[in-house]
């Protein structure tokens, strides 16, 4: 069996979209542990970690030039109506965690690196970066990154930007 480390900002993302036209707390929180259910279920996981991005990271502070990931639109109105209902249940029900400084794929990452038979569950490019088993939970698909493919992902980005 597996640990499942969820890179778990994107879910709020899935949840929302499809509750964007509702108005149920409670509908949105039985997505919630639908969702869950049915990831541990598709990546054979027995135990699980999630973890959400605190507003403010580290990487607000060294990013003075320009504000990190300043570009960005404000969020849509259902993002905002239903953003800290699913983080708050995930929270209080599930047990997932919102590191004090760090995002969470940097979280996922270190996990990945220090615990045996782990997958992990997102669908953040940077995470491609990390060798292991991955499972990208929008598409339905899973991966093997290799410690070559790791690097040519992390080299990429650098040179992008």
């Given at each position: 069996?597996?640990?499942a480390?969820i890179?778990?900002?994107?879910?709020?993302?899935?949840?929302a979209?499809?509750?964007?036209e509702?108005?149920s707390?409670e509908q949105v929180k039985?997505e919630c542990?639908?969702f869950?259910?049915?990831?541990?279920?598709k990546?054979q996981?027995d135990?699980?970690?999630?973890?959400?991005t605190?507003k403010?990271?580290?990487?607000?502070?060294?990013?003075?030039h320009k504000?990190?990931?300043?570009?960005?639109?404000?969020s849509?109105?259902w993002?905002?109506?239903?953003k800290?209902?699913?983080i708050?249940?995930?929270t209080t029900?599930?047990?997932?965690?919102?590191?004090g400084?760090?995002?969470?794929d940097?979280?996922?990452a270190?996990l990945q690196?220090v615990?045996?038979?782990?997958?992990i569950?997102?669908?953040?490019k940077?995470?491609?970066?990390?060798?292991?088993?991955?499972?990208?939970?929008?598409k339905g698909?899973f991966?093997?990154v290799n410690?070559?493919?790791?690097?040519?992902?992390?080299?990429?980005?650098?040179?992008i930007?």
């Open positions: 069996m597996n640990t480390l890179d778990a900002d994107s879910i709020i993302y899935i949840i979209w499809n509750n964007r509702l108005d707390e039985l542990d639908q869950l259910s049915d990831l541990l279920i990546v996981a135990k699980y970690a999630g973890f959400f605190p403010k990271t580290f990487r607000q502070d060294v990013a003075k504000p990190y990931k300043g570009t960005r639109p404000e849509p109105e993002i905002k109506k239903w800290h209902v699913i708050d249940h995930f029900k599930w047990g997932f965690y919102t590191p400084n760090v995002e969470a940097d979280v996922v270190v690196r615990l045996p038979n782990t997958i569950c997102s669908p953040d940077d995470l491609k970066q990390v060798p292991g088993k991955h499972y990208d939970y929008r698909e991966a093997e410690a070559e493919e790791g690097a040519r992902s992390l080299w990429y980005q650098m040179l930007g």
